[in-house]
């Protein structure tokens, strides 16, 4: 599919109801790039993750499991990875007028065991992240494999949808409304997730755009 038919689709049912899943969407020669590289990258590289302002290690690991290793341009499949997420943003500031200002993103590494419970990406008022967008980079994964990511409506306890993590899937959501989890993996399981966040410059601070 042509990206800009892609883009128009991912605009409508944001629009529409908040959130899109899209498989097999990330173009096919990026999604190869990208999980070449996540694989070649030392362990060395990748870091606990934290949860926003929580610096509480013992609690963080009640909450989340994953390594993460923060992407730049510094890499072709980083830095390709960017351009198709700077195109992305510009789609959407077109069609729905977001005010997309800023995208930040890391590879996420869950071992097996890992997880990450029910949690918002952004809090209304706050870290101004707008819009998440998730990309699975698993060549194979069965049903066994587990790790699916469950998204629940705002308000209730019964998921909407539990996506498989199978390779390109894209999840676009916005990043206030929507709680989701990722059910512990059985295997080595390989994901990008992304912000892109509105300016909240005021007259004390000028946000910079990265
Ligand atoms: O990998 C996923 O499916 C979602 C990850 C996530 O929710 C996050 O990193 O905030
Ligand atoms: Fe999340």
């Known amino acids: 599919m042509p990206s800009s038919e892609m883009f128009d689709q991912i605009a409508e049912q944001v629009y529409a109801q908040g959130y899109c899943i899209l498989p097999k969407a990330l173009p096919d020669e990026l999604a190869q790039a990208l999980a070449t590289e996540v694989r070649s990258l030392p362990q060395s590289s990748f870091s606990r993750a934290g949860i926003g302002r929580q610096e509480d290690h013992l609690m963080t690991e009640v909450i989340r499991r994953d390594e993460i290793h923060w992407i730049d341009n510094s890499t072709a499949a980083g830095s390709a990875w960017l351009n198709w997420t700077a195109q992305l943003q510009q789609a959407m500031n077109r069609r729905l007028f977001l005010g997309l200002f800023s995208f930040e993103s890391h590879y996420a590494h869950y071992s097996e065991g890992d997880f990450y419970k029910k949690h918002l990406d952004a809090f209304r008022g706050q870290q101004n992240r707008m819009l998440t967008v998730v990309t699975y980079l698993n060549p194979e994964w069965g049903d066994e494999d587990g790790g699916e990511l469950l998204i629940y409506p705002e308000q209730g306890e019964n ?29 080595d399981r390989y994901s990008i997730a992304g912000w892109y966040r509105i300016n909240s410059s005021d007259s004390q601070r000028i946000d910079p755009a990265e």
Do not use: D, M, Q, R
């Not at 199978?166 to 059910?183: N, R």
């Open 159 to 187: 998921p909407l949808h539990k996506v498989k993590p199978a390779f390109g899937t894209l999840v676009i959501f916005l990043s206030e409304e929507f709680p989701h989890e990722v059910l512990p993996a059985h295997t």
